[in-house]
């Protein structure tokens, strides 16, 4: 087991004290850096490049080449375990990922298998395995799933939707189908991260991104309810160390403190919510990630550095921030702004950790 030369990620999840915030980027390894763009063209196409563990290893790397940030996150896709459940995933040009099979009934989901992390997402396995000897301790290595609802989303809908007209319908008018699907995911999701631990991941995220669309009533019985259930069955101790788990709901700023209550070690925040705010909502039971709104990647220099400067005073001082965007880097960033990014957290964060 290599040691790690940089651990402040892990230890401001676990609210130790660190001398600098640490910084990370979801989607770091994406469309706005040119070599990741040379990557994909020699893989063929977005699910070769996810499927090619040595490529996959490449991406993840190509922004710790770049930037001095304080880990790496797998590069991969969150809708590998619907694939890996038979429904055909493939992506279309201008309309996203697409499932060629959807699940509409209770004999749909009950035909559906829970895939083994090894045999049927072997090759995501894989890549965790290659990363993690490549980065030779530099950093920590971040392992990550959608989370059962996001997942279903996607699943019922056959793809991306503006309004879950499919997935709403299937909740209210037949919740005990879609209380099926979610618990046979929570079940997929469970295992697929367990597996990335044992791999070698040393941190979890559940991306929770489409959330935020449920009322607060179905947010707690159809999203939260399940990635509890997932909490509850990680491996929480590897390597000698705690894995934490961070918990991200996008639009999920209002149940902040519920959110607290499931055992992870972390929230994920989007820019929507004040850093501040919650913290004083749940800071003591929890660490907090965020908060940056992507967009401001695409001012000049002197207004990112402002507004991390904002976000830093907005937390204030002491352990248990993690700097993050709201939610992934998008596309036409300036790879220099992201970089301004990452410095200004670095130096303006020191004074909150003396």
């Given at each position: 087991m290599t040691a790690l030369k940089n651990d402040r990620f892990l230890r401001a999840l676990l609210k130790q004290p660190v001398d600098v915030t640490p910084v990370w980027m979801m989607r770091q390894a994406g469309r706005y850096l040119p070599e990741y763009r040379a990557s994909r063209a020699r893989a063929g196409d977005f699910m070769a490049l996810c499927m090619n563990p040595e490529l996959a290893c490449e991406v993840t790397l190509q922004p710790l080449e770049r930037y001095p940030l304080d880990a790496a996150i797998l590069f991969s896709d969150i809708l590998t375990v619907p694939d890996a459940m038979g429904l055909g995933l493939f992506f279309e040009?201008?309309?996203?990922?697409?499932?060629?099979?959807?699940?509409?009934?209770?004999?749909?989901?009950?035909?559906?298998?829970?895939?083994?992390?090894?045999?049927?997402?072997?090759?995501?396995?894989?890549?965790?395995?290659?990363?993690?000897?490549?980065?030779?301790?530099?950093?920590?290595?971040?392992?990550?799933?959608?989370?059962?609802?996001?997942?279903?989303?996607?699943?019922?809908?056959?793809?991306?939707?503006?309004?879950?007209?499919?997935?709403?319908?299937?909740?209210?008018?037949?919740?005990?189908?879609?209380?099926?699907?979610?618990?046979?995911?929570?079940?997929?999701?469970?295992?697929?991260?367990?597996?990335?631990?044992?791999?070698?991941?040393?941190?979890?995220?559940?991306?929770?991104?489409?959330?935020?669309?449920?009322?607060?009533?179905?947010?707690?019985?159809?999203?939260?309810?399940?990635?509890?259930?997932?909490?509850?069955?990680?491996?929480?101790?590897?390597?000698?160390?705690?894995?934490?788990?961070?918990?991200?709901?996008?639009?999920?700023?209002?149940?902040?403190?519920?959110?607290a209550e499931s055992g992870a070690e972390a929230l994920g925040l989007d820019w929507t919510c004040d850093i501040g705010s919650a913290r004083a909502r749940v800071g003591g039971k929890v660490a907090l990630q965020g908060n940056m709104d992507p967009s401001v990647l695409f001012a000049q220099p002197e207004a990112i550095r402002a507004e991390v400067g904002r976000i830093l005073a907005s937390y204030g001082h002491g352990e248990g921030h993690v700097f993050n965007l709201g939610h992934g880097i998008t596309p036409d960033v300036d790879p220099a702004h992201a970089g301004a990014f990452i410095e200004a957290v670095h130096e303006l964060s020191a004074q909150y950790h003396a």
């Open positions: 040009t201008g309309e996203g990922p697409r499932f060629r099979k959807t699940v509409a009934s209770i004999a749909d989901i009950e035909a559906l298998p829970i895939p083994d992390a090894e045999k049927d997402l072997g090759y995501v396995m894989d890549a965790v395995r290659t990363i993690r000897r490549e980065l030779n301790g530099r950093v920590p290595l971040i392992g990550f799933s959608g989370s059962p609802w996001t997942l279903a989303t996607y699943m019922v809908e056959g793809g991306s939707s503006k309004d879950f007209r499919k997935s709403k319908a299937m909740l209210y008018e037949n919740p005990r189908a879609m209380h099926a699907l979610l618990d046979k995911l929570a079940q997929s999701v469970t295992a697929y991260l367990n597996g990335q631990i044992r791999a070698g991941a040393q941190a979890v995220q559940i991306f929770d991104s489409w959330g935020g669309s449920l009322s607060a009533a179905a947010y707690q019985a159809f999203s939260l309810a399940y990635m509890q259930k997932i909490v509850d069955g990680l491996i929480r101790e590897h390597e000698g160390r705690r894995v934490p788990v961070i918990l991200f709901t996008k639009g999920g700023g209002l149940w902040l403190e519920s959110m």
